[in-house]
């Protein structure tokens, strides 16, 4: 028996009222990639919908704290709040970041069979001047090896599904940078927990397609783990 698990760590480029004087003038950085991913919203909740799965969600910026970091990663905090007080941090932490781990742990514990977790992330279409050709990435753990066969059958059958879209393994980021699924590795095997991240070109947002591309992307899944 196979469960899902889907997961949104920068859904939002929110920042609460009594954050908002961190971020004076900062207007053109919380409308850019850099708060949140754009369109990962969209998939998540495709995702969650056609799986019939539930869904946990970020509420805040990444730049105020990043969800998808561990308790003892230096990049939990932004530029924007590395400066804050102990207190002022140990108040987000308990607002924002333990909730949603909290969530995700109970999730763990109460899913029956297998658990498929994805985390669903957006990307820039150029970084630092470079034009990335991924349109789809899967992150993944290649030492874990039904996590590793998952996700090389769903590549597989995205690119059948999509051929006009470029789907990579472990691009444009590796599968075992620091985050929420990879900490949970480490507790749980891979007949347990498969945890990949599915990362989109946000060129793709724009695309009429786009609600074509989820739903093709959706089924998919459903049909790797079967």
Request: proline share 5%; aromatic share 8%; charged share 20%.
């Amino acid at each position: 028996m196979k469960s899902f698990l889907i997961s949104i760590e920068h859904a939002s480029n929110h920042v609460p009222k009594c954050w908002q004087s961190l971020f004076a003038g900062a207007s053109r950085v919380l409308d850019s990639h850099r708060a949140w991913d754009p369109g990962s919203c969209e998939m998540a909740r495709t995702l969650a919908s056609t799986l019939r799965a539930p869904m946990i969600e970020g509420q805040v910026t990444r730049l105020l704290i990043d969800l998808n970091r561990s308790a003892s990663h230096p990049r939990r905090f932004s530029e924007f709040s590395r400066e804050l007080t102990q207190a002022q941090k140990q108040e987000l932490i308990a607002s924002y970041w333990q909730p949603h781990w909290d969530c995700y742990r109970s999730h763990l514990d109460s899913l029956p069979g297998q658990i498929i977790h994805i985390a669903c992330h957006s990307f820039t279409p150029m970084l630092n001047g470079t034009t990335r050709k991924t349109d789809i990435g899967l992150l993944y753990d290649p030492s874990r090896a039904a996590e590793a066969a998952y996700c090389r059958q769903l590549g597989d059958l995205l690119r059948a599904a999509l051929p006009d879209l470029t789907i990579h393994m472990n691009q444009p980021y590796r599968g075992v940078s620091n985050g929420m699924g990879q900490q949970h590795r480490k507790d749980h095997d891979d007949s347990r927990l498969i945890t990949i991240e599915l990362e989109i070109n946000q060129r793709l947002n724009l695309s009429p397609t786009y609600t074509s591309v989820l739903e093709h992307i959706a089924n998919t899944v459903r049909y790797a783990a079967a």
